[in-house]
């Protein structure tokens, strides 16, 4: 006679507490299986962060090609320029960030705050005046722009890689020193989602790869004492009769 591959039923003889118990361990282990297994797959979304410190200035490096996921293409150009009138005793100097190939900058370069999302559903141009400052031919200087003398703040930053859309930052500071008609700029770190349009917040370096996983609650009724381990349950039948043994325990006087 062949043998069922079958598990036997587990004997009718034990108490209804006990099966209670044991169909909530069952439920227990199956979630744990699952958290575990959840955990072992690879996370998608992954950002990949570049700290830099690159100082733009009219007197120094005047252009910068930000190549944002490092294949050797320039994604963005951050510059300044110097314009000067035809006296030569005024001028202009600006800074300017463009999108090479049709790729764009959220709001006309508009700084950002950490914490902004950048992502679809955002309006992005290709070309933006972050700052200028103005010496009129009396000395004077006019500072207009949105990234005048900020301290830490964010470009949104859309663009092609292999033909599909992503999103990143870039940091920057920008200072305008009235007194000596000075404008520079200083990029400290950009960054980009490698998952294709999927939203990146801006200042975040690391993305879900670095995320601290939760465990998971199980509601139920609270175990007894003489309920069942994981472990016991992994024994099969041993570890069966190892409980069913504690559970007759359970109630009998101490040895003296």
Do not use: C
Request: no cysteine; glycine share 10%.
């Amino acid at each position: 006679m062949k043998r069922s591959g079958r598990p036997g039923k587990i004997p009718s003889s034990l108490s209804e507490p006990v099966h209670q118990d044991l169909n909530m361990y069952a439920i227990s282990a199956t979630a744990a299986g699952v958290s575990l297994l959840a955990l072992a797959q690879p996370a998608d979304a992954k950002i990949v962060y570049t700290p830099t410190h690159v100082v733009i200035s009219p007197y120094g490096v005047h252009l910068y090609d930000l190549d944002l996921s490092h294949n050797g293409e320039t994604d963005f150009v951050l510059q300044t320029k110097f314009y000067s009138t035809t006296n030569q005793s005024a001028g202009t100097q600006r800074l300017i960030a463009s999108g090479v190939g049709g790729n764009g900058l959220e709001n006309y370069a508009e700084p950002l705050k950490a914490g902004k999302s950048v992502g679809p559903h955002k309006k992005f141009e290709n070309r933006g005046v972050m700052a200028s400052a103005f010496e009129s031919a009396g000395g004077s200087t006019i500072v207009r722009g949105p990234w005048a003398n900020v301290n830490n703040q964010y470009l949104g930053l859309k663009f092609k890689l292999k033909g599909q859309i992503h999103y990143g930052w870039a940091r920057l500071t920008v200072q305008v020193d009235k007194e000596i008609f000075y404008l520079k700029a200083t990029l400290t770190g950009y960054a980009y989602e490698t998952i294709p349009n999927k939203l990146i917040i801006a200042g975040d370096t690391k993305g879900v790869d670095n995320a601290v996983p939760q465990p998971v609650a199980i509601s139920g009724r609270t175990p007894t004492q003489g309920a069942a381990t994981l472990g016991a349950l992994a024994m099969g039948s041993p570890g069966l009769s190892i409980w069913r043994r504690e559970e007759s325990l359970i109630g009998a006087p101490e040895p003296s």
